[in-house]
């Protein structure tokens, strides 16, 4: 008797024909493995970092020093997730996305001596100016907004 398991099927990551390579902006959401709080706290609405969080933070400087057509614009760390939006700037050159954060989730795991980032993450591709100022409003309002943030563990909410 031959009986074949049925995998559950994976919803894909990136939209289907998209080139995550070209110039534009793009909104990165990266968590923690399991959402563990490992990058710091907030406290009264202000990010304080971890170790880990500090690692995490120094490498999002090194983005721009190994690809040079790309730029962070803004990022937020926060307890078990960072935000990001970065830019491409030369379509000839630019690597893609997903390269990018393999990178920089692999040097920061090394530095940090442990892996700590769940393998996907989300991304989103910014087409407008308007929304590209309420991305970066976003990102700098989260700390202060963490108590209402969906990406903390469910065993704290009240």
């Not at 990136?14 to 959402?35: E, H, P």
């Not at 991305?135 to 990406?151: G, T």
Request: glycine share 4%; proline share 5%; charged share 25%.
């Amino acid at each position: 008797m031959n009986v074949a398991k049925e995998w559950p099927s994976r919803k894909p990551n990136r939209v289907a024909g998209k080139d995550y390579s070209r110039n534009g902006a793009y909104f990165l959401t990266i968590c923690t493995k399991d959402r563990h709080e490992l990058f710091g706290k907030v406290q009264d609405g202000k990010m304080i970092l971890s170790s880990f969080g500090e690692i995490v933070q120094a490498e999002l400087h090194v983005i721009e020093a190994v690809y040079s057509t790309v730029v962070v614009d803004s990022f937020v760390v926060m307890p078990n997730h960072v935000h990001i939006l970065l830019h491409l700037l030369n379509e000839e050159a630019n690597p893609y996305v997903s390269r990018i954060i393999q990178q920089w989730k692999g040097s920061v795991s090394k530095k940090a001596g442990t892996p700590l980032w769940q393998k996907l993450f989300h991304d989103h591709a910014v087409d407008t100016a308007e929304e590209f100022r309420k991305i970066q409003q976003y990102i700098r309002d989260s700390p202060a907004y963490w108590k209402e943030d969906v990406l903390r563990p469910l065993a704290e909410f009240p």
